[in-house]
């Protein structure tokens, strides 16, 4: 693993169903992200985390959850899956996030629901 | 929270043309203004970054200035050439340390 990975790379689910989008660092970064893409709308915060045990809600956090067990994992679980969480999802992680530095973003997970 | 705003939405320019895209950002305690480039299937990159102590910054062919009066800043693109297509997101960030992002602007170089 070299920087930030992300899981599965697409996927077409059925409303109602739960899923788990997968996101790994290997660089001990201690805040991680995640972020929607709409065309449009451009990048919005869903979930944050500053350090491993700690989270907080972004912009648009509901209809998902996250975790954050450990440094590398950011996992983010959408419980029961509606049409309108259609989107290209980014996972990205910062040095600190306690202070200013850029992002390093995963390749995303576009999921499509239906 | 902070609100960004990008303009404009798309951008076509002749290749060695410049590309200027420009942003403004609601919260005055703003200080850290990043830009990223996405290309077509791609994941956002960081390609240029300036802090709230610094009025311009360049690298090679891209600069950006920082105007905090006004609270807009831009990012300026020279000598264009067909690699710089792609989608460009500025994004501001205050004293929460977290990203908003402006919605992009798609910016074709025309050959």
């Known amino acids: 693993i070299a920087g930030i990975t992300q899981a599965p790379t697409s996927q077409i689910l059925a409303a109602g169903r739960r899923m788990t989008l997968r996101c790994t660092q290997d660089?001990?970064?201690?805040?991680m992200y995640w972020y929607r893409q709409d065309l449009g709308l451009g990048l919005r915060l869903i979930h944050y985390?500053?350090?491993?045990?700690?989270?907080g809600k972004g912009e648009v956090p509901d209809g998902y959850s996250v975790s954050r067990a450990n440094t590398d994992d950011f996992p983010l679980t959408l419980a029961s899956a509606v049409p309108s969480q259609t989107s290209v999802y980014f996972c990205?992680?910062?040095?600190?996030?306690?202070?200013?530095?850029?992002?390093?973003f995963g390749s995303g997970t576009r999921l499509t629901v239906v | 929270g902070e609100n960004v705003e990008q303009h404009p939405s798309t951008l076509s320019v002749q290749e060695g043309d410049s590309a200027v895209i420009k942003c403004t950002y609601s919260?005055?305690?703003?200080?850290?203004f990043p830009w990223y480039k996405q290309e077509l299937g791609k994941r956002p990159q960081l390609i240029i970054d300036?802090?709230?102590?610094?009025g311009e910054k360049k690298d090679q062919r891209i600069a950006v200035t920082l105007n905090k009066t006004a609270k807009h800043f831009s990012l300026h693109i020279t000598e264009t050439q067909p690699e710089d297509s792609a989608v460009y997101f500025c994004?501001?960030?205050?004293?929460?340390?977290?990203?908003?992002f402006g919605a992009g602007t798609t910016v074709t170089v025309r050959a």
């Open positions: 985390s500053n350090t491993a045990g700690t989270t």
């Open positions: 660089m001990r970064h201690n805040a």
């Open positions: 919260d005055s305690a703003s200080n850290y």
């Open positions: 994004a501001a960030t205050s004293n929460d340390y977290k990203l908003s």
């Open positions: 300036i802090r709230s102590n610094v």
């Open positions: 990205a992680s910062q040095k600190d996030g306690g202070a200013n530095y850029g992002y390093t």
